[in-house]
């Protein structure tokens, strides 16, 4: 099965693009991951967006998840962990 690639963001933007520091907090715990979750629920790639980083990210937030529950998923998928250095995304912006 090949993996997924980025899904384009739209025209308009996605939540992430306004402040993409917030997207990278110092622990899955911490406040800024949650609000950055939060933030990603309203994202119009969310779906896509989750399974790319699922394959491809074991930092920050991404899809609405910390990589802590990405792990999870993995483990429950019995996915390989990502690559050390992520792929360039296509379809990104
Ligand atoms: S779902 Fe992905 S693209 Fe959308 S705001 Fe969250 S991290 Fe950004």
Redesign the pocket.
């Known amino acids: 099965m090949p993996e997924p690639t980025f899904p384009a ?1 739209p025209e308009d933007g ?3 693009q306004a402040n993409p520091d917030l ?1 990278w907090p110092q622990t899955s715990e911490d406040r800024t991951a949650a609000w ?1 979750k939060a ?2 629920a309203s ?1 119009p ?2 779906d896509g ?2 399974e790319w980083a699922v394959h491809n990210e074991s930092h920050g ?4 998840t910390t990589a802590v529950e990405r792990t999870r998923i993995r483990k429950a998928r019995q996915l390989p962990a990502p690559p050390l250095f992520p792929r360039r995304m296509s379809g990104a912006a």
Do not use: D, E, F, Q
């Open positions: 963001p996605v939540p992430c997207w950055a933030a990603c994202c790639i969310l967006c989750l937030i991404w899809g609405g």
